[in-house]
């Protein structure tokens, strides 16, 4: 079975710029996609197809993939991040889901 | 606007039956897969499956396949997900989502733009 792969945290000072990893076997053949969990919410999408940024959510979260690692880049974290990651991609007509990411903004 | 309204929060005991609900509105609801998702407490997202409204054609996760049944009406833009006999390791919150996306360069870019609130599912005897 394909699995995705993320590290379970990921800690950024305020300001500074935060890469959360997923790995996946030959990932960059395939798109990826991340959303964000804040405690008791439903996830929201905040990267598409590796790159694109939905409306609504600010230019400094930022998304690659290439090989096997897809990133999702937090320029100029703020405090409102800290939240939980996942990516997301699928695998013939199944959605794979990353074991998330906690990032404490500190 | 888009909106996908889950049924509230349930209490069951195991071995009861359940069926959660996911209703859309704001666009066209048999043009969108549907998926669901589960999460455990303090753990994370898991796909259990989709659905297309337009023909209820239906796709499981190999770990739900046999444990859940996805279905949709139409009808009334609903979509379900029901358990027969509930189990204690059922208890989670469960999220609908609306996929979106498309074929590009011959590679699937496919995502879940709008979710639902959730409905928390608890099994306990």
């Known amino acids: 079975s394909y699995d995705l792969t993320q590290p379970p945290s990921v800690s950024v000072s305020p300001g500074q710029t935060a890469s959360i990893t997923c790995s996946g076997d030959?990932?960059?053949?395939?798109?990826a996609c991340w959303y964000q969990q804040k405690p008791g919410q439903s996830p929201v999408l905040v990267i598409y197809?590796?790159?694109k940024r939905p409306s609504g959510i600010p230019e400094r979260f930022s998304g690659s993939n290439s090989g096997n690692i897809a990133t999702l880049t937090i320029s100029g974290t703020q405090t409102m991040d800290e939240a939980d990651y996942y990516c997301?991609?699928?695998?013939?007509?199944?959605?794979?889901f990353g074991g998330g990411t906690k990032l404490t903004v500190l | 606007e888009v909106q996908l309204v889950q049924s509230g929060a349930q209490v069951k005991k195991p071995g009861e039956s359940l069926k959660i609900s996911c209703k859309g509105s704001?666009?066209?609801?048999?043009?969108?897969?549907i998926g669901w998702v589960r999460q455990m407490p303090g753990k994370g997202l898991e796909w259990m499956g989709i659905?297309?409204?337009?023909?209820?054609?239906?796709r499981y996760s190999p770990s739900f396949q046999g444990q859940v049944t996805i279905s949709a009406d139409k009808s009334i833009s609903t979509a379900y997900v029901q358990w027969s006999s509930l189990k204690a390791s059922d208890t989670a919150m469960y999220y609908c989502?609306?996929?979106?996306?498309?074929?590009?360069?011959?590679?699937?870019?496919?995502?879940?733009?709008?979710w639902g609130q959730g409905t928390l599912v608890t099994v306990s005897s």
């Open positions: 989502a609306r996929r979106t996306g498309s074929m590009v360069r011959a590679v699937g870019s496919y995502y879940f733009d709008y």
């Open positions: 704001g666009y066209s609801f048999t043009n969108n897969w």
């Open positions: 659905i297309y409204p337009g023909d209820s054609d239906t």
């Open positions: 030959k990932l960059g053949n395939k798109y």
């Open positions: 197809q590796d790159t």
């Open positions: 997301q991609a699928w695998d013939s007509s199944t959605a794979l």
